[in-house]
């Protein structure tokens, strides 16, 4: 008998680094590597796995919090890594990357699906201070999960493209007025607000609320900032705007936190 689905643990969530980790009978991916290479390392064994089973990482865009470990694990253990070419351009002058071999470095463009082993991903751009910044959609035996951060709007496109998947990574970035209210300068302030930056609670509940459909189960709260959120708040406000809604959360669904040091368990969708 043939395993349906796939399985997933977001390793690490928030601004100060991120990782998300998929696995299905063929291939082992990961999705960023925003922390070192060591702590990447100790979250996989959190679900008892290992960075050189790894096939892939896939990278969404260039900042720090997403490639921080990206060249240390591809150095070390040599798997593929995969990211958008104005991606690759914007790594390869960071300092963050380093040398990696170029056999280990694979365009996967915006927009497109590109099926690895017996699971098809499916990459769309997203609205965020990065050169060319992608998010996830993986589906395998009809099952899907969609993986939705680091974006200042969600626009009818994207949220086509997310539609009624099974569960979901999604932004919770900033309470707005602990943001407006906070010490950070101004312009960082306004960068973080703009449709460049980021989804606020009140913003990732609206747009869960455009995509989810009947299929939904999960929906997990990402990237949220140590500085201008607070894990309760944001549970809160993501459950309290989709029981207005009228959608059957706690019932039809379920609303988890992410954390940005320790993996949540390993799941099948
Ligand atoms: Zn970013
Ligand atoms: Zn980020």
Same mark, same amino acid.
């Given at each position: 008998m043939s395993e349906i689905g796939f399985?997933?643990?977001?390793?690490?969530?928030?601004?100060s680094g991120n990782s998300f980790y998929l696995e299905t009978p063929k291939k082992k991916i990961l999705v960023d590597a925003g922390l070192s290479g060591k702590k990447i390392t100790s979250l996989l064994s959190e679900i008892n796995r290992k960075p050189e089973d790894l096939d892939a990482i896939l990278i969404t865009h260039e900042h720090s919090d997403h490639i921080h470990g990206v060249g240390v694990l591809a150095r070390k253990y040599g798997m593929d890594l995969y990211a958008n070419e104005k991606t690759w351009q914007a790594m390869e002058n960071s300092k963050y990357l380093g040398k990696v071999n170029s056999s280990q470095k694979h365009i996967f463009e915006m927009g497109k699906t590109k099926t690895f082993g017996d699971i098809d991903i499916e990459s769309f751009g997203v609205s965020h201070d990065a050169v060319a910044p992608q998010f996830y959609r993986f589906m395998k035996d009809d099952k899907s999960f969609v993986m939705l951060t680091d974006t200042g709007y969600v626009s009818d496109r994207m949220a086509g493209i997310v539609e009624n998947a099974d569960g979901y990574l999604i /932004?919770? @970035?900033h309470d707005?007025?602990?943001?407006?209210?906070g010490s950070y300068a101004w312009r960082l302030k306004q960068r973080i607000l703009s449709d460049f930056g980021h989804l606020s609670n009140e913003d990732?509940?609206?747009?869960?609320i455009r995509a989810m459909g009947n299929r939904?189960?999960?929906i997990y709260l990402g990237h949220l900032s140590? /500085?201008? @959120?607070?894990?309760?708040?944001?549970?809160?406000?993501?459950?309290?705007q989709l029981a207005q809604a009228d959608l059957?959360?706690?019932?039809?669904?379920?609303?988890?936190?992410t954390s940005p040091d320790t993996a949540?368990?390993?799941?099948?969708i």
């Open positions: 399985k997933y643990s977001i390793l690490a969530s928030g601004s /932004e919770s @970035n707005v007025e602990i943001l407006r209210a990732g509940a609206e747009a869960m939904t189960k999960k140590k /500085e201008n @959120n607070i894990k309760e708040l944001a549970h809160m406000t993501m459950v309290n059957g959360v706690g019932v039809d669904f379920k609303v988890y936190d949540t368990p390993l799941t099948e």
